[in-house]
């Protein structure tokens, strides 16, 4: 089963910066992708940020030239860098990976980090 462990979140004040890690329990080249979601109180969770495989990013508008992804590759993690944080980046945030098992597309979730952006 593959397990995917969160760190990083806390408390910070807005305009400043967190970096989250999600280790995974085996290669992350086995996956399709890697991605951070969040979810907020009251609403749905969303997807923050996704790195493919071959390196390719795509990012949530709210937080294009924000927020960072990357992976390192010898250490199975993957590392969101948030930056110039906002009160509404306020969330629980999941590590999440896709692979595919069988034909079918398995998602595996970390159990998440809470990020808190108040002054």
């Known amino acids: 089963q593959v397990q995917l462990v969160e760190s990083g979140g806390g408390l910070v004040q807005p305009g400043g910066s967190l970096r989250l890690s999600c280790v995974v329990s085996?290669?992350?080249?086995?996956?399709?992708?890697m991605g951070w979601y969040r979810q907020a109180p009251g609403k749905q969770r969303e997807l923050v940020a996704v790195?493919?495989?071959?390196?390719?990013?795509n990012y949530v508008d709210s937080v294009k030239g924000r927020f960072t992804i990357s992976t390192d590759n010898a250490k199975n993690t993957v590392h969101l860098q948030m930056n110039s944080l906002k009160p509404e980046d306020t969330a629980v945030y999941y590590c999440?990976?896709?692979?595919?098992?069988?034909?079918?597309?398995?998602?595996?979730w970390g159990q998440g980090t809470q990020v808190t952006v108040s002054s």
């Open positions: 085996e290669n992350i080249f086995n996956f399709l992708t």
């Open positions: 790195i493919t495989s071959r390196g390719s990013t």
């Open positions: 999440n990976s896709k692979k595919v098992v069988r034909a079918a597309i398995n998602n595996y």
